[in-house]
T-cell receptor, first 114, second 110 residues
């Protein structure tokens, strides 16, 4: 079992819906990440929170809105998505902003936009 | 141009065979990580290599960091069906930014 928990595991939403993906870790990690992974491709970084502040936004469209309510939780709010946004969304955490700090990934939310 | 190119992209082998996966770049890195991602799961860290020329072993997996710290290889001896998955090399391009290679999808046939 992974120490990073993501819910839901699967999500199907229409283009006009609003939904949220949730991620939780209790390892005391101070950096949390959202990655997007399309089929047969490597994960691509979307957002990084460090000490609950957004530190990296990789030019992600505004229809994706991250939120870090506290050091253990990370949300990704979704609104007006497009079918091409269908993908596996992975959350990860690490000890903090230092080199060689490995990332611990959740098992992802598989999102389908119809 | 990808920062990290992995080869081969796909590999299908019989159980018991040996294989090597490569991760190449034109850039120099202070360290490099290898992850394995199994179907339906997130990537899991296998190893971090830091020193040029370093060799690390994890059971039947042998990882090597190139002398110039621009490339790395992963060698699997006597592959088993449980080794099936997506193998990803990764480097940190900033303190908080882990960038993944193009990936090698391995299938081990029983």
């Amino acid at each position: 079992d992974t120490e990073v928990t993501q819910t839901p595991k699967h999500l199907v939403m229409g283009m006009t819906n609003k939904k949220s993906l949730k991620c939780e870790q209790h390892m005391g990690h101070r950096a949390m990440y959202w990655y997007k992974q399309k089929a047969k491709k490597p994960p691509e970084l979307m957002f990084v929170y460090s000490y609950e502040k957004l530190s990296i936004n990789e030019s992600v469209p505004s229809r994706f809105s991250p939120e870090c309510p506290n050091s253990s939780l990370l949300n990704l709010h979704l609104h007006a998505l497009q079918p091409e946004d269908s993908a596996l969304y992975l959350c990860a955490s690490s000890q903090g902003p230092r080199y060689n700090s490995p990332l611990h990934f959740g098992n992802g939310t598989r999102l389908t936009v119809t | 141009t990808q920062l990290l190119e992995q080869s081969p992209q796909f590999l299908s082998i019989q159980e018991g065979e040996n294989l090597t996966v490569y991760c190449n770049s034109s850039s120099v890195f202070s360290s490099l990580q290898w992850y394995r991602q199994e179907p339906g799961e997130g990537p899991v860290l296998l190893v971090t290599v830091v020193t040029g020329g370093e060799v690390k072993k994890l059971k039947r997996l042998t990882f090597q960091f190139g002398d110039a710290r621009k490339d790395s290889s992963l060698h699997i001896t006597a592959a088993q069906p449980g080794d099936t998955g997506l193998y990803l090399c990764a480097v940190q391009t900033g303190a908080n930014n882990l960038f993944f290679g193009t990936g090698t999808r391995l299938t081990v046939i029983p």
